[in-house]
């Protein structure tokens, strides 16, 4: 029996895949992309599907579940495999007497995915602490290391891996500090809950509490029983404009290297989106989270139709109020929103 794609990912959807494996090692990985490139069969890799939306008809090739699961500790380096839960990978780090990745405590999916839209959470970036990866390029066929430097990252969670599909990451190294406290922390919300000044420090084992408390209190930690956690995370990216419209104009601000970058969550908000919107619209099977407004949600039942649909209406909703135009954050196959 085909594969249901809607197995793999964290919003429950997409379609059957024409062909499915499962790579444990990074040479299984590259041959199985490589062989599929030859005989000209499309290829989706999916890590914890947890920024991936597929649509109803399913993807016509080879759906690959990264599980590769290598994890290397050597003084202040981890070097993880693409396939490892990115989870388990900041436990290790601290187990091991390693600050710096305590704030990304709590992120689902997948190791190799984090360079993918340079993952951030509570003031730290991927980027800020990424010394190398593996990357194996489908079109030179290569594979080789690379510098952070050479990933393109600057932009709001933009890199040279997104929304290309012609890299697999293979593995991925971080330098951390060797210490049990935390970096400075940056985000002023995460310093009010451990009670500290911003830029201050604190013991990563209570950073990380700290940050699961707070994801957990938004629907940002995975949980089967929570649908409100049947999502992708944000779903909209947070826009980056040369020029802000006038409409827009009460709308906070953020410099970015690109332009101003300006919340979604605002614009979304502000455009009379609240939290728990839509359980009244459409079937009901799909609503913005009762917690967090950026996240669209699978209520149980939803296809991806509906959430596409549900997520025109929002855009359209934004564009009205603010004139601009929200994009995806997450990954879209097979399926796409106005
Ligand atoms: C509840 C929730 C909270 C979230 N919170 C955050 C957050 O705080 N910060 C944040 O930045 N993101 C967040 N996200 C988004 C998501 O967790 C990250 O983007 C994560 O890195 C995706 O990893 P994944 O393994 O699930 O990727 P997948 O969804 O499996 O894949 C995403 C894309 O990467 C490609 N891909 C996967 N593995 C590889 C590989 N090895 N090589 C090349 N391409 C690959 C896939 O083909 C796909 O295009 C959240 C998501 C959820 C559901």
């Not at 016509?60 to 290397?72: M, P, Q, S, Y």
């Not at 981890?78 to 839960?85: H, P, T």
């Not at 900041?90 to 709590?106: K, N, R, Y």
Request: net charge negative; hydrophobic share 40%.
């Amino acid at each position: 029996m085909a594969t249901a794609i809607s197995e793999l990912t964290t919003m429950r959807l997409g379609g059957p895949a024409r062909e499915f494996a499962v790579a444990t090692t990074s040479d299984e990985l590259v041959s199985l992309v490589r062989d599929a490139d030859e005989s000209g069969t499309p290829v989706l890799l999916v890590g914890g599907g947890s920024n991936l939306v597929v649509g109803d008809q399913g993807f016509d090739g080879l759906v690959v579940k990264v599980e590769t699961a290598g994890l290397e500790v050597s003084h202040d380096k981890l070097r993880v495999d693409a396939g490892v839960e990115w989870d388990r990978v900041v436990l290790t780090s601290l187990d091991a007497g390693l600050a710096g990745l305590e704030t990304l405590s709590g992120v689902p999916g997948s190791t190799g995915a984090t360079p993918i839209q340079n993952v951030g959470a509570y003031g730290t970036l991927t980027s800020d602490l990424l010394s190398e990866l593996t990357v194996y390029d489908r079109e030179t066929r290569v594979t080789r290391a690379w510098l952070p430097q050479e990933c393109g990252f600057g932009s709001h969670r933009q890199s040279v891996f997104k929304h290309s599909d012609r890299y697999v990451i293979l593995d991925v190294t971080f330098a951390l500090d060797v210490s049990t406290t935390s970096k400075p922390i940056r985000y002023s919300g995460l310093a009010d809950r451990l009670g500290i000044d911003v830029d201050g420090l604190a013991p990563v084992s209570e950073v990380r509490e700290a940050v699961l408390q707070l994801r957990g209190e938004r629907g940002m930690v995975l949980d089967s029983d929570d649908h409100d956690t049947w999502s992708v995370g944000s779903f909209f990216i947070n826009p980056v404009l040369t020029q802000i419209p006038d409409k827009a104009s009460e709308s906070p601000t953020y410099p970015d290297p690109l332009g101003t970058k300006l919340p979604a969550a605002w614009l979304i908000q502000n455009a009379g989106f609240g939290r728990g919107y839509g359980k009244e619209w459409g079937t009901g099977s799909v609503a913005l989270s009762s917690k967090h407004v950026l996240a669209v949600t699978n209520r149980g039942g939803a296809t991806t139709a509906h959430v596409m649909a549900f997520a025109a209406h929002i855009r359209e909703g934004v564009e009205k109020a603010f004139d601009i135009s929200l994009g995806p954050e997450c990954d879209l196959v097979n399926c796409r929103f106005g």
